[in-house]
């Protein structure tokens, strides 16, 4: 029983391994999106309009999907993302 | 012995996990590009900031306050009538940095660097400065730095150097401040109550310590949603300002402001408007100074129709120890409120202007004389990308005083107070996600408050022109 418990074990250890190896050989054929045209960076972060898009997109599946709770902290996202935009393009700066 | 190194390994392996998830931070880096071709005979010349007055010592000074963009106001009294057309490219960069620990807990960073026209300078030291060849300036500015917290359920907190604008359009003050915001939410009433200091001057004072001349503002505000389409709201400012040197040599001003405000929908039309009235002193002047607007939009069709009404009180005699003049906050921190949504470019203040920054009607006070504003407006989306507006203002000042200019052929001041007409018209174009270029172009037909005020007859109608380039991210 044991003998069969570490056989299985090996094989599923070594069909990870290839997997793995196999992940590799196709990413590294893949193009790089991120130097190409920066997109799908490793820890990008989402611009003010990306952002603003998807809190939308969200808050629109309603609550079909989230509770009146989550609804409203969505809103809220949503109104300090406009927030900081407005901030951003505010007016002004006196000068004097 | 060997299962206790090993619970201890678990043990600090599962805290190790614990601390790393702690300290997980959500960044936000947000940012603004804009560069702005400007074409005017209004900003950039020497009618929106006078060169230094001449003295003995100095008898040809070099140019005054249109260096740094302009001193504000529209001043053409005792200039030539006619000016050369200014042609500048202005440049500015925001960012903004925001680690937010949890939906609970953030800090707020807001970062700018300005070149108030490209050319000006190199090497330098100071704010707006280092767009000549070279560049290589310390020019970098620090808007605003807080905390925004939740400390407990439905209170929000802000302390620090915030962004804080008033319930009534800009009118009294919309700036960057130094305080402490607290915000709440119960159902449909939003209260908030605030405590900032604009200002200490009291190390450089007659007292010599810190926290004695000081101008000071406390708020209280609150909002309630009575339906979907009514909301009401009331305000409370007490301005209190004995600094020197800061907003005024010497500053003695104790002011209330209680003010109401309202929105109300129906149908493709929204109305909304807010009245203020003040009471107390500014330099033991007694004054009671009172502020109105009206403001509706309606849609027609595929676009908008604006129109807006303001009215700020003024006062004859500032002098006289009872004072009627609408006190916005003034001195230093003349700039640091606006009324934009007249959407004047020349007239009163332009929603695109940035150092650069000058106006007919600048500020709400508007040098104790007040003013009669209307306004109409078409907002007229073309596509998803090409966006275009007009619009019209009329204004006028409510009283005249001594900041009225001299007609230098009767050497009397002139009887109207009508300031005058402005057109304008924009269109933004969406080149890319986040880039907008849009040209906006603005002209005013003086009124006869400025006649015959150059030293060569009436000054030359004002106009703006601008070609803004502006990616936000």
């Not at chain 2, 003995?56 to 070099?62: I, Q, R, S």
């Not at chain 2, 260096?67 to 000016?83: A, C, F, M, S, V």
């Not at chain 2, 609970?104 to 070149?115: A, P, Q, R, S």
């Not at chain 2, 007694?286 to 129709?305: E, I, Q, R």
Request: charged share 20%; hydrophobic share 35%; glycine share 10%.
């Amino acid at each position: 029983m044991k003998k069969v418990l570490i056989a299985v074990l090996t094989a599923f250890a070594l069909s990870a391994t290839s997997m793995a190896f196999a992940a590799d050989a196709t990413h590294d054929m893949a193009k790089d999106e991120c130097m190409l045209a920066s997109k799908g960076c490793l820890h990008e972060v989402d611009s003010i309009q990306q952002k603003l898009k998807k809190l939308n997109a969200e808050i629109k599946k309603g609550k079909k999907v989230y509770s009146a709770e989550e609804l409203k902290k969505l809103e809220q996202k949503l109104k300090e993302a406009n927030e900081i935009l407005n901030s951003l393009e505010k007016p002004g700066g006196g000068g004097k | 012995m060997k299962k206790s190194s090993a619970l201890a390994a678990v043990l600090t392996l599962g805290i190790a996990a614990t601390a790393t998830s702690a300290f997980a931070l959500e960044n936000e880096f947000h940012g603004l590009f804009s560069a702005r071709w400007i074409n005017s005979n209004f900003n950039g010349t020497q009618l929106t900031g006078l060169r230094d007055t001449p003295t003995l010592l100095n008898p040809t000074p070099g140019p005054g306050p249109q260096r740094y963009g302009g001193n504000g106001q529209y001043e053409p009294g005792g200039l030539p009538k006619t000016q050369y057309s200014a042609n500048i490219i202005e440049q500015r960069a925001r960012l903004q940095y925001i680690a937010k620990a949890n939906a609970d807990l953030k800090l707020v960073t807001h970062f700018e660097i300005d070149y108030v026209y490209w050319g000006n300078s190199s090497y330098a030291t100071g704010r707006n400065q280092g767009g000549a060849i070279g560049a290589d300036s310390v020019n970098f500015e620090t808007k605003s730095i807080y905390l925004d917290a939740n400390p407990c359920k439905n209170v929000n907190m802000k302390l620090g150097m915030m962004p804080n604008n008033d319930a009534f359009k800009g009118v009294m003050f919309d700036a960057d401040m130094a305080g402490l915001l607290l915000s709440s939410s119960y159902n449909s009433f939003t209260p908030s109550f605030g405590v900032f200091r604009f200002a200490d001057t009291g190390l450089f004072s007659s007292d010599n310590v810190i926290g004695h001349k000081t101008s000071d503002m406390v708020m209280l505000d609150g909002k309630f949603a009575v339906s979907k389409d009514l909301k009401v709201g009331g305000a409370y400012y007490l301005f209190r300002d004995n600094s020197q040197g800061f907003s005024g040599p010497n500053q003695d001003i104790k002011m209330n402001a209680l003010g109401v405000n309202a929105e109300v929908t129906g149908g493709p039309l929204t109305l909304n408007g807010f009245a203020i009235f003040e009471t107390g002193t500014v330099n033991k002047s007694y004054t009671n100074g009172f502020a109105g607007n009206l403001g509706a939009k309606l849609k027609v069709g595929p676009g908008t129709a604006r129109t807006e009404f303001l009215y700020t009180s003024g006062d004859n005699n500032p002098t006289d120890g009872h004072g009627s003049a609408f006190y916005g906050v003034t001195g230093q921190l003349n700039a640091e409120h606006g009324y934009y949504d007249n959407e004047m470019v020349i007239l009163g203040r332009d929603k695109n202007a940035y150092t650069t920054d000058n106006a007919i009607i600048f500020s709400s006070n508007n040098k104790n004389q007040g003013q009669i504003g209307g306004y109409i407006g078409f907002d007229l989306p073309i596509n998803a990308k090409l966006t275009t507006a007009f619009n019209a203002g009329f204004a006028a000042v409510a009283k005249d005083n001594s900041s009225k200019p001299i007609n230098l052929k009767t050497g009397a001041v002139n009887k109207s107070n009508y300031l005058g007409t402005e057109i304008n018209a924009e269109a933004n174009y969406q080149l890319l996600e986040g880039l907008t270029t849009s040209v906006r172009t603005a002209y005013v037909v003086l009124g006869d408050y400025y006649k015959d005020v150059a030293i060569n007859g009436t000054p030359e109608n004002p106009y703006d022109f601008k070609l803004i380039f502006k990616y936000t991210f």
